[in-house]
């Protein structure tokens, strides 16, 4: 099991910039791929990007690519979302998810996703 912790979160203006992080808890953080998700008001949670296990691999949504960059740090169990250039339409809740343990590769389904952060809010204004 794995307790996910983010931080980062605040109110940036258009085109200014956010670091994300997400620390967890556990001694096996290094096997399980992560992602980071983000829910809107009134709107359901969306897929923003993942990340393997090891930290090779590397999947965006669309609409981040570009912008947005997600790293992790085995050593210090953490996960990262880099923002850059954030837009307005950037603004949600945004939560770090634990994907299966062991598996290779990258998930971006949410339904595999079964450890989840409490999340933290980013503004971003015009």
């Known amino acids: 099991q794995v307790q996910l912790v983010e931080s980062g979160g605040g109110l940036v203006q258009a085109g200014g910039s956010l670091r994300l992080s997400c620390a967890a808890s556990?001694?096996?953080?290094?096997?399980?791929?992560m992602g980071w998700f983000r829910q809107a008001p009134g709107k359901e949670r969306e897929f923003v990007a993942a990340i393997s296990s090891g930290g090779t691999i590397t999947y965006y949504v669309d609409s981040v690519k570009g912008r947005f960059t997600i790293s992790r740090d085995n050593t210090k169990n953490t996960v990262y979302l880099q923002m850059n250039m954030l837009k307005p339409e950037d603004t949600a809740v945004y939560y770090c998810?634990?994907?299966?343990?062991?598996?290779?590769?990258?998930?971006?389904?949410?339904?595999?996703?079964?450890?989840w952060g409490q999340g933290t809010q980013v503004t971003v204004s015009s």
């Open positions: 998810a634990a994907g299966p343990s062991g598996l290779y590769g990258v998930v971006a389904a949410i339904g595999e996703y079964h450890y």
């Open positions: 556990g001694r096996t953080f290094s096997s399980y791929p």
